[in-house]
């Protein structure tokens, strides 16, 4: 699956800026579709490291009201969390109707970080597909759109942006030796997401692969994507969005 992204993809500066002030402007709007028909969207971001997921969450955040958006960025489950069923820290974060709650990593470190690393037991991460879809489905049925995102790099680039944060002091923060031994582990990974990719990807809750060798694309392909489906759900509902353009 992942071998046949097309990594070339590209959108220049010029045609950037356009398209990322009209995107941005088109989701605030929906974003009032939201709270006046009382729908809610979770956004799931995940991908490589280096891959981009932190600069098109801004994009996407930066012009729609605050008030009606949540950021979770997923770390590793503290000892209290350890304690529950591991859903159990996300259900706990998911948005109220109205809002737009999106996570930086997820759920799914159950069938990628802690499958590869070990974390969990096989018999744990593999149940955790059915797991996860039925979670999906049940949020699904309840008006909730669910978005999420895979973001592609190859290795060569993200060694490239590897090598440039640890080269620029404003940049060192974000990479760490974690991100170096995952690189290590590049084929495992790659195991690992084709399987969440194919055995997660649903009618109610598919995936989006973004093309993140570009970043002017990735950025833009993320804002249609998002606006789309929540366009087409709220078509699916005979709400008329003309009234919020």
Known sequence: MLEEVDLSLKMDDEVYKTELKKEQMKLLALQ?????HKLGCIIVFEGWDAAGKGSAIKRVVEKIDPRGLEVHATAAPN????????LQRFLDR????????IFDRSWYGRVLVERVEELAEEEEWTR????????????A?????IIKFWFHIS????LKRFRERQNNPLKRWKITEEDWRNREKWDEYKIAV???????????APWHIIEGED??????????TIIATIEEGCKGREIDLDQYF
Request: charged share 40%; net charge negative; proline share 2%.
């Open 79 to 86: 000892l209290e969390e350890k304690q529950h069923h591991y």
């Open 155 to 158: 290795k060569e680039e993200q």
């Open 128 to 139: 955790a597909y059915d797991q996860i879809n039925q979670m999906e489905k049940i949020f």
């Open 215 to 224: 970043k002017n694309f990735a950025r833009v392909k993320t804002l249609k």
């Open 141 to 145: 049925q309840e008006d909730f759109f």
């Open 194 to 204: 084709e399987d969440m990719l194919y055995k997660t990807d649903t009618k109610h």
């Open 32 to 36: 009032r579709a939201l709270v006046e």
């Open 94 to 101: 998911m948005p109220k109707y109205e809002k737009i709650g």
